[in-house]
């Protein structure tokens, strides 16, 4: 039995001093000596303690998906802009967003009504009308295809909205 002993330093030490994939694999898998003669029951010749086995790593996940494209936001349903003051409205589905500079933007439920003369964006303390006609912003010298007019809380604004013309798809 004391053999048994003797010869676990011995194999640990055993890849001690060699180079190469050898010493390597030494360290990498644990050596556990096991008793020769298990027919001797006391105290020091109880078998060692097996280490349970390390369970395999995950791969680490990227932070950002590569694979995956950022989500588009959803295409205005109708635009306007104003200059002098500035201001803006997005209109999506049923929501008018109006944006000015040094205001907080402004949220508005609506409806629209359509005829042969105008369309109208309508919600509580807000609307909207859109008339057919050529309409300069005053600061691009881009020419949209409608003139806007807005009544809120605030007062009223005027200026263009609808389609930009050097952004229609038939004027390239």
């Not at 097996?50 to 936001?73: F, M, Y």
């Not at 104003?82 to 205001?103: H, I, K, M, N």
């Amino acid at each position: 039995m004391r053999g048994a002993w003797l010869l676990l330093p011995l194999a640990l030490l055993g890849g001690c001093g060699e180079e190469g994939p050898a010493a390597n694999k030494a360290e990498a898998t644990p050596t556990v000596a096991t008793p020769i003669n298990n027919s001797v029951a006391n105290e020091s010749s109880a078998p060692l303690p097996v280490p349970a086995p390390t369970p395999p790593r995950a791969e680490a996940k990227p932070l950002v998906s590569r694979g995956t494209p950022p989500e588009r936001p959803t295409p205005a349903d109708y635009q306007a802009i104003g200059t002098e003051p500035f201001w803006a409205v997005t209109v999506r589905g049923s929501t008018a967003l109006l944006e000015r500079p040094d205001y907080r933007p402004l949220r508005y439920s609506i409806v629209h009504e359509r005829d042969d003369r105008a369309i109208r964006y309508l919600g509580d303390g807000f609307a909207m009308t859109a008339t057919e006609g050529p309409c300069s912003d005053g600061m691009s010298d881009a020419i949209w295809s409608d003139r806007v007019q807005i009544a809120f809380g605030e007062g009223t604004l005027k200026g263009c909205g609808g389609i930009r013309e050097d952004m229609r798809e038939d004027s390239f």
